[in-house]
């Protein structure tokens, strides 16, 4: 399977836990994005990496939330102290560079916090 | 105001039915326009990407953009069972990777 691939699917954590995501784009993609939907609401955008670097963070990603993408592969997406109001589905997409190209979503990780 | 409206609003209809749907958009600096389609706990998957005013065809799907009103749709011809989802709308501005999202519409078509 070459598509966006999220690691895990489902996590049910307790409040105060931290947790990670883990996603891995696209081979050749150089871009990846995080987003976070809510039971019948759009994804809303969290933060965008171009290869290694962080470009663009959402007023959305407060100080408990971090995404790294080391060496420009792979992305982690870390939420530390867990709140209810975290519980929600965390979508990573990747594109290839250029001028708006398409971006190609992965399963997603269904957080729930109790 | 929010950046891109959509009527959430669940539509039923029945097997080989057109289905319309559409969202308006507040910011005329949005150029580039997709939809995507989710199954229920799944991530969005890509149907349509356009960034001009017109209709762009693909099978039986058919996005519109209109410019100048601020308002795409997409239309779905001999809808399928299959068709049954939650289709979102999704627009960025040139240069700008950030997609804005509608809240999405479920669509259930009826054998």
């Known amino acids: 399977d070459t598509g966006v691939s999220q690691d895990p699917r489902h996590k049910i954590t307790k409040r105060g836990q931290n947790v990670t995501f883990r996603c891995d784009p696209i081979s050749e993609h150089n871009r990846l994005y995080w987003y976070r939907q809510t039971l019948g609401q759009g994804p809303e955008f969290l933060t965008y990496?171009?290869?290694?670097?962080?470009?663009?963070k959402s007023r959305l990603l407060s100080d408990r939330f971090s995404a790294e993408r080391p060496k420009g592969s792979f992305s982690t997406l870390e939420i530390q102290r867990t709140e209810q109001g975290d519980s929600a589905m965390y979508l990573c997409?990747?594109?290839?560079?250029?001028?708006?190209?398409?971006?190609?979503f992965g399963q997603g990780t269904r957080l729930t916090v109790v | 105001q929010k950046e891109v409206e959509q009527d959430p609003g669940p539509l039923s209809v029945p097997e080989g039915a057109i289905v319309s749907l559409n969202c308006t958009y507040s910011?005329?600096?949005?150029?580039?326009f997709m939809w995507y389609r989710q199954y229920s706990r799944k991530g969005p998957e890509l149907l349509m990407y356009t960034y001009s005013s017109g209709n762009k065809e693909d099978g039986r799907f058919t996005a519109q953009v209109d410019k100048s009103s601020k308002y795409i749709s997409l239309f779905i011809r001999d809808s399928q069972p299959s068709d049954s989802a939650t289709y979102l709308c999704a627009m960025s501005f040139y240069g700008n990777n950030r997609l804005a999202f509608g809240k999405g519409n479920q669509v259930v078509v009826i054998p």
């Open positions: 997409a990747s594109s290839v560079g250029g001028t708006n190209t398409e971006a190609f």
């Open positions: 990496f171009q290869n290694e670097a962080q470009l663009e």
């Open positions: 910011n005329s600096a949005f150029q580039y």
